[in-house]
């Protein structure tokens, strides 16, 4: 599968630049700091501290944290977006370790899911294939260190296609 966001960095590899949203959203009303919460949980967003989160910066992470700064704005908090450099790289692989391992327990949950389709009849078997591929490309959307997981889930999503499942049982 593709359209992952991109590019795909390794976990052991140096990121050369960050992109840091710092916020604070009023406590009352809630909603919008409900909102701003699961918006950056979408983004896949690595908390650093209270109200500083990061993403390995490039051109549509950018954009991405500063529409929420719009938003925090606009629901009275305060908000910057920053591009930082780590000093120390030992705790950039920590932050990008604590990120693929994220991913990595959501893609271990799709692999569950598919692997319990698989005994399915065809019809409720290409539903779930399409509900998972649908998951699969939100993860996807928010996997900046990719794991070894991704790939076992998609292979295991695409196990369920109908015309792979009767070739395997033959």
Known sequence: MTGGAEPARSVSGVQEEW???SYRVPRE?????????????????????DGLVGL???????????????????????ATVWLAHHADPAQ???????????RAAEYEAVL????????????QRLRAMGKLRAELRRIHRRDY???????AAEAAVDALHP???????A
């Open 19 to 21: 992109v840091l949203l």
């Open 92 to 102: 950039e692989h920590e932050l990008a370790r604590t990120m693929a391992a994220a």
């Open 145 to 151: 260190f990719p794991p070894p997981q991704r790939q």
């Open 29 to 49: 009303p809630s909603t919008p700091r409900i909102t701003v919460w699961r918006k950056l949980k979408r983004l896949g967003v690595a908390q650093i501290g």
């Open 163 to 169: 015309d792979r499942t009767s070739e395997d049982s």
């Open 112 to 123: 569950g899911q598919a692997q319990e389709a698989h005994g399915l009849d065809d019809d």
């Open 56 to 78: 390995p910066a490039d051109a549509r992470t950018r954009e991405h944290l500063e529409w929420v700064a719009q938003e925090v704005h606009e629901a009275g908090g305060s």
